[in-house]
């Protein structure tokens, strides 16, 4: 039977490609010159969707799931040239920040340092952006000042997290808050002028990637982390105990990726406190992203109907115990609040019959990944004859090695049965599996740059459960060549994706 879905009109693929992992001369890629020219990469492709990962502030690992905030963007991001050319910096300082950038490379200082020299002109000269300013201002008062509240107060105690500050502003004592407030107050102004700089520039690129038919898909991971200005401001929506310690935390199971399962550390929800609440904290939450891009990824769909509680003290994942969420009630309340709900449902891992029949009640595209095909017998979902209509197919995630990485991996026997499903075609990895992607009936298919252009797992983006050496992957033109641009547009014309 057919279903209409408002979500994936039509048969379109797409690229998933984290921001950071574009050139450029900075530390990492950014909303610049290079994300302009992928997107007219894109749409040469036929490419309907660019996929990106969360853009959020990151902690020292660097892992975008793992963010200062939920809502903020990340200021290392922003693209001096973009300042420049926008008329933010001045030529001088755009010119000495390119050529010491190039020489040093990744200097989070310097990077700083040009945003207070665009902090000061900007003062200086607020009656030019201030109207534009004053709007993004208004339109973010709802996390805004407290955010930068965390972010300073994080900076003057050494980069602790909240739950080691003192106590009254770890407890946010309301007069410890105001007189916070008072006393770093310019500091506070800066760090709200770098969030008015990052989604100045995303809403530029945004607006060009729509102009030229590209809709963007965010992700939401389904917890904020610990140490983020969310949780330190709403402590009752958390399992938290009076001191502000995690009583139980996130992660999952053993499975497909660790033995040992995955102990994410994020502390779980009170869910009982955010009903109560008529979800508000979710529905502001979904509103605030449905303004930034086009699409949402919700990660760890399974989440929203039961979790895996893993008490604070367990040092791994392995013992754990699965307690119910609302989902049903979440996404009536959502449904209530937004006429439109563009969501696809990250629903991999250990899916129960009630996980998909909460996806399809309120009718959201699941995800399927080829990597995952081949293992079990012929009802494993994600088969290409398995797959739905409804829904998106991946020859990988963000989280997968890269498809010549995972087919190396195998051994030769599993090598030959890829092949023999797949028809023994000609066509070596990874192309053999893009164009099964490509082909199959689900309307969205997405492949990671990485896949496209045919590198091995040096080129991996993130090992899950791993700490180190994550997240830090970037592309370089050069290797981008025109012989694969060309094979994505044939293949989407003939499987009708263009």
């Known amino acids: 039977m057919r279903v209409d879905c408002a979500t994936l009109p039509k048969r379109e693929f797409g690229i998933l490609l984290h921001i950071t992992s574009l050139p450029g ?11 302009y020219r992928f997107i007219e990469f894109l749409g040469r492709c ?3 969707v660019w996929q990106v990962l969360p853009l959020v502030p990151t902690h020292a690992c660097g892992s975008p799931y793992n963010g200062e905030s939920i809502h903020a963007g990340n200021h290392r991001l922003i693209c001096v040239q973009q300042l420049f050319e926008d008329g933010l910096v001045s030529g001088t300082v755009y010119r000495a920040y390119a ?12 990077h700083l340092q040009v945003l207070r020299h665009a902090f000061q002109d900007y003062r200086r000269l607020s009656s030019v952006h201030s109207e ?4 993004f201002y208004a339109e973010n008062e709802s996390w805004l000042p407290d955010y930068a509240l965390y972010r300073v107060l994080r900076e003057v105690n050494g980069e602790s997290p909240w739950y080691q500050w003192p106590e009254p502003l770890r407890t946010r004592e309301p007069d410890a808050l105001a007189r916070a407030r008072d006393r770093h107050r310019r500091q506070i102004e800066f760090v709200e002028f770098q969030q008015y700089l990052f989604w100045r520039q995303w809403r530029q690129l945004k607006r060009h990637a729509n102009a030229h038919d590209i809709r963007i898909m965010g992700d939401i991971p389904i917890f904020p982390a610990y140490d983020s200005a969310e949780v330190w401001c709403f402590p009752h929506y958390f399992q938290l105990d009076e001191d502000g310690s995690a009583v139980n935390v996130a992660g999952v199971p053993p499975d497909y990726f660790s033995a040992s399962g995955q102990r994410w550390g994020n502390p779980l929800y009170n869910w ?9 904290w979710w529905l502001q939450r979904i509103r605030l992203q449905l303004g930034r891009f086009d699409l949402l990824r919700l990660d760890h769909f399974r989440g929203f109907e039961s979790y895996w509680s893993i008490p604070a003290g367990n040092e791994d994942a392995k013992r754990g115990s699965w307690q119910s969420a609302p989902g049903n009630e979440l996404f009536e309340a959502l449904q209530l609040s937004h006429r439109y709900l563009p969501l696809i449902a990250e629903d991999l891992g250990q899916i129960t019959p009630a996980v998909d029949r909460l996806r399809r009640r309120f009718k959201l595209p699941g995800m399927r990944v080829l990597q995952f095909a081949f293992d079990g017998d012929a009802n494993n979902p994600h088969l290409p004859h398995n797959h739905e209509e409804f829904g998106a197919v991946y020859t990988g995630t963000h989280d997968n090695p890269t498809t010549v990485g995972w ?6 026997w599993e090598q030959e049965r890829v092949y023999g ?9 990874p192309w053999a599996l893009i164009r099964t992607a490509m082909s199959s009936v689900s309307r969205l298919a997405l492949l990671p740059l990485q896949d496209v252009m ?27 060549t025109d012989e694969a641009e060309h094979r994505l547009r044939h293949l989407a014309s003939v499987y009708g994706r263009m």
């Open 25 to 35: 001369i900075g530390a990492q890629g950014g909303p610049g010159p290079d994300a």
């Open 46 to 48: 036929g490419a309907a």
């Open 99 to 110: 050529e010491k950038e190039r020489a040093a490379r990744a200097d989070p200082k310097l």
């Open 132 to 135: 534009d300013s004053d709007g």
């Open 272 to 280: 009982q406190r955010m009903q109560d609440d008529g979800f508000e």
């Open 407 to 412: 087919f190396e991996g195998l051994d030769a």
């Open 421 to 429: 499903y797949l028809g023994m075609p000609q066509e070596a990895m």
């Open 454 to 480: 045919g590198l091995d797992d040096g080129a991996r983006m993130n090992i899950p459960g791993t700490g180190a050496g994550n997240w830090s992957w970037r592309f370089d033109w050069p290797d981008l």
